[in-house]
């Protein structure tokens, strides 16, 4: 095919960095080469070849096909000399031989030479330009393309052309599956990174998640082995002040379904960041340039600003809508009940931008939905405590979240963010404790899950007094309130808090069966001791007794 005067002016708009596409085997004569397109050019291409629809709103609408979420058993990381001895290697991080790396990174760059157009998307990771890294994602789809441009940070128009060489590239063939038969390879979906050559390669799933997620495990090896500081898991946002930088930072961690994203999204406060984040010796800083929100039940009364950010330039994910007038019917589960918004995080209207903070937290919240109704809605965590809940990850599934689930069951995400750990989960914790000390930061357990009861005899905590916890904790009274202790787990939690009935802020007072407390509070304890046993030997013993005690 001969390349088009409109390919050949795309191309040289690449400058410097076609030698390296043509080094890395790419046919230059033969795909043309979209790099950071426009928004509109994006939506054009995937309207015409992928079958996307703009919804009512103006967002784009797209299918990501088979698989709708992402897929841990088939991600893996190359096992080689740089990185080996850092890695926490096991279930959450498979290993991968370089040569079959070298396979699958070929047959991702042959798939990419047989499209038409292949799109580029230069930009950044992380705010802050002392620790940030350049990335450059090689994708076939205009989704893909549109997708990384609202995660990542975009850059400036001289930002893009003095960008040179990428410290970080994804080789996004996802249409084109695995082969099987490859050494080491379990099915035809392979999400692979190679910290040596910084490259990751997607086969076999058009998922978009796969993407952000990979960038997130890089910046949790690059932060704490290169750079020294402490990426998280985590939301963060920051107080408003009159010069705009000094006010009081929070950050937020929780698992999925414990209202890590609604309590962090304050319109009191400026959001920084709604799910990763680097805690750096100058203070926070946001891992992303946008928002990849849950869409599931989503309505302008629960979530006014996640709705209102679902406009033009926005992307909408596995959305069911009805064809006569491009409505998103975000209750309709037929295709995934995973389906994702991802939109900049200044279509966010109180989102800080840049979205840095140049002071060190003041509280951290830690959150868990206790389905068992045990956990108080709030207690003051020790250093060795933090640790603790820290490396535990803990939440608990309800019944109807998942096929098969009766009552409810314990989760544990070490971190609050498991699969995508890359170092032993106790360097990130002696990393948090070290910054907690030397700043003399607050952190808090919040349960947002069940009270008077575990689930089905119990009630859901209400959100207003979540919210007030919250208030108490940004405002300073929580921290000049009265403790008493917590049995069992050993937790300190206030006697009185305005706002907040008295019986809700312990346990053992809204339970009506005193008995059936005792045995929820003993069943869970084991529980988290059971749960904690992998890490034991990698803790000190001051860690492992910060947990509940039979």
């Known amino acids: 095919m001969a390349p088009t005067a409109h390919h050949e002016a795309d191309n040289q708009f690449l400058g410097k960095s076609l030698k390296y596409f043509s080094q890395a085997g790419f046919d230059l004569d033969r795909i043309h080469i979209k790099r950071n397109a426009p928004i509109a050019s994006l939506y054009e291409d995937a309207i015409s070849n992928e079958g996307a629809v703009i919804s009512s709103s103006g967002a784009l609408i797209n299918f990501s096909g088979k698989k709708t979420g992402r897929s841990p058993k088939d991600k893996r990381i ?14 959450v991080n498979i290993k991968m031989d370089e040569h079959t790396f070298e396979i699958n990174r070929e047959r991702a760059i042959d798939y990419l030479n047989t499209r038409e157009n292949v799109y580029v998307f230069d930009g950044f990771a992380g705010w802050d330009p ?29 930002e893009l052309a003095n960008f040179g060489e990428p410290d970080f590239i994804i080789y996004n063939a996802g249409q084109f599956p695995a082969n099987r ?17 910084m490259e990751m390669v997607i086969l076999g799933t058009e998922y978009a998640g796969e993407m952000k997620k990979g960038i997130f495990s ?18 963060a946002n920051q107080a408003k002040s009159a010069d705009g930088e000094s006010g009081d930072v929070t950050l937020f961690f929780g698992l999925s379904g414990t209202g890590k994203t609604t309590l962090s999204a ?16 100058t203070g926070v800083f946001n891992i992303e340039g946008g928002c990849y929100a849950k869409c599931i ?3 302008a009364e629960k979530e006014p600003e996640i709705f209102g950010a679902i406009r033009f330039g926005s992307i909408l994910e596995n959305v069911v809508y009805n064809p006569a007038d491009r409505v998103p019917d975000y209750d309709d589960v037929s295709i995934t009940e995973n389906t994702r918004c991802a939109y900049p995080i200044d279509y966010i209207p109180n989102a800080k931008i840049p979205c840095i903070a140049s002071v060190q937290p003041s509280n951290i919240i830690m959150l868990c939905c206790d389905a068992f109704g045990v956990l108080p809605p709030v207690s003051r965590l020790t250093s060795e405590q933090a640790q603790y809940h820290f490396i535990a990850g803990y939440t608990s599934k309800t019944p109807g979240t998942e096929d098969g689930i009766v009552e409810p069951s314990p989760t544990f995400s070490t971190c609050y963010g498991q699969p995508f750990i890359v170092l032993h989960p106790g360097r990130y914790a002696k990393m948090l404790a070290e910054r907690m000390d030397k700043n003399k930061v607050n952190c808090w357990l919040i349960n947002t899950g069940w009270t008077g009861g575990k689930f089905g005899t119990g009630r859901r905590c209400p959100l207003k007094y979540t919210r007030a916890i919250v208030d108490a904790i940004h405002d300073g009274s929580l921290a ?21 009935p008295s019986e809700i802020l312990d346990p053992a007072q809204a339970w009506a069966d005193k008995a059936g407390f005792q045995a929820e509070i003993e069943k869970l304890g084991g529980m988290f001791q059971k749960a904690f046993t992998k890490y034991e030997s990698d803790v000190g013993p001051e860690i ?3 947990g509940p005690l039979l």
């Not at 190359?78 to 279930?91: A, M, Q, R, T």
């Not at 000049?480 to 907040?500: C, D, M």
Request: aromatic content about 12%; overall charge positive; proline content about 5%.
């Open 78 to 91: 190359v096992y080689e000399d740089s990185s080996k001895d850092d890695i926490w290697w096991g279930p």
């Open 130 to 158: 002392k620790y940030r890294i350049k990335v450059r994602v090689i994708a076939s789809r205009a989704y893909h393309a549109l997708f990384m441009h609202n995660m990542l940070i975009r850059p400036t128009a001289e």
């Open 181 to 197: 038969f490859t050494t080491g390879m379990t099915s035809t979906t392979s999400v692979e990174i190679n910290f040596k050559r």
């Open 218 to 235: 890089v910046m949790h090896y690059l932060q704490p082995v290169k750079f020294g500081q402490l990426s998280l898991h985590s939301s």
């Open 266 to 281: 304050d319109p009191n406060r400026l959001l920084i960041g709604d799910d990763e984040h680097v805690w750096s010796d």
């Open 297 to 299: 039940n989503l309505s």
């Open 480 to 500: 000049k309130a009265e403790y008493t202790n917590f049995p069992i787990f050993n937790l300190a939690i206030p006697k009185a808090l305005a706002g907040v």
């Open 544 to 546: 492992k007794a910060a």
